[in-house]
């Protein structure tokens, strides 16, 4: 294998590359702080807050149920903070 492949595939798995989250919060407000708090503790690199007030689709005891005037947030982060930015949220 090449030099540049192999060494391109240690970075891989050391989580080298970025990640994309997105989720939904109840308000704008909400949306703010939380990016905040994420920047503040460098588990985030760019964050997107999107007031399309959207609704949320999905299923609850085999009914379906939603929410709506949602605000969507979406953040970018690094392969290997992905956990920790689940364990923030």
């Known amino acids: 294998m090449p030099q540049s492949l192999a060494a391109a595939g240690e970075e891989a798995a050391?989580?080298?590359g970025v990640s994309d989250v997105s989720f939904t919060v109840e308000s704008r407000e909400a949306a703010e702080n939380l990016a905040s708090k994420l920047f503040k503790q460098e588990l985030i690199g760019d964050a997107q807050i999107?007031?399309?007030?959207?609704e949320r689709m999905f299923m609850t005891y085999k009914?379906?149920?939603?929410?709506?005037?949602?605000?969507?947030?979406?953040?970018l982060t690094q392969d290997a903070k992905v956990a920790d930015v689940f364990k923030f949220i």
Do not use: E, F, I, R
């Open 50 to 54: 999107l007031d399309g007030w959207y």
């Open 63 to 75: 009914k379906q149920a939603s929410q709506d005037h949602l605000v969507k947030m979406k953040l």
């Open 14 to 16: 050391a989580g080298t």
